[in-house]
């Protein structure tokens, strides 16, 4: 058995290699490293991926979000709700903003934004809902989307760890993860389902308006050379990693059912163990619980993260490393409690959900490259902690 790791982008890169490394060289023969073809080129491809009219590159995933804030026109002390049970950039770049981020529990089975606890936050101050799609799966968007328009807010889709699933309507229709709000927006950090060699993100939207807006406040609000229209920000995609975006996203879907596939592999390890908590696939899917479709896409496990119950979970997550197997606590403190981002208006009992989880998960390794000697291994050695 090979080393386990977290993420292995050295063994998906092998398999890529030549295609990367030409595509690579030619930036750097062509010396266009900043807004060149290959970032436009990359900008299209996505677009017609996702069926969506405009993407917009940027640097990173936590300029991505604050960028669509800044081109909604949002101002300072206007409030915005988000989850609680994430990382800490989605609330971050809202109190950058200076608007008040307002912070509510999450859903036990999908670890995404809780609808009660959402209705209940919204004030007469409130201007946004920024879901997360945590670990790999949509939140409720349908129902967001109808609270919203109750209460004439804007959306911001906080697409980080989703990119490549779909979500299905009540109806029947699909669309892709980050398109169904007024903007969405993700990250290309190397880890992510598609990663590229360095930092990046992109802003989606199907607004003519918003788009054009966007594009200057990325560019420090120019859209004429030494012109600027905007108060911007210096972020943008590098054409190296455009080259290695474009390697890649042909590829996006089968990086999505190899995760799906390994999460499978989990699944049916430990669905014997009434200690363990399986990951949820829930709004609309063919199959809701726990159980893995196979005709839908509506999870893309970005993170595998079991919940153990009646288990010394830091006991379990050292087990783990002294067996050298990589885990990690996705995660350990919550928003409202961070010294950054504490605040009196916050009630512990507001949070029963997230204040459980940060003391049951765990996520364990999953990329597009694991073997199942590796998942057996990775599994045997929870299971035999867990029943000794």
Sequence with gaps: MKPIEMVDLKSQYKRIKGQIDTSIQKVIDNTSFINGPEVKQFQQELEEYLDVKHVIPCANGTDALQIAMMGLGLEQGDEVITADFTFAATVEVIALLKLTPVLVDVEAETFNIDIEALKKAITPKTKAIVPVHLFGQCANMEAILEVAKEHNLYVIEDNAQAIGADYTFANGTKQKAGTIGNVGTTSFFPSKNLGCYGDGGAIFTNDDDLAHKLRGIVNHGMYQRYYHDEVGVNSRLDSIQAVVLSAKLPHLDAYCNARRNAAKYYNNAFKASKNIITPSVTYNCNKNGNEICDTCNCHVF???????????????????????????????????????????RYNEADFPVTNELIKSVISLPMHTELEEDQQDFIAKTILNFINK
């Design 302 to 344: 970005h993170q595998y993260t079991l919940r153990v119950i009646d288990v010394d979970r830091n006991a379990l997550h050292q087990h783990l490393l002294d067996n050298n197997i990589p885990c990690a606590i996705y995660y350990p403190v919550p928003l409202h409690s961070q010294k950054a981002y504490a605040d009196e």
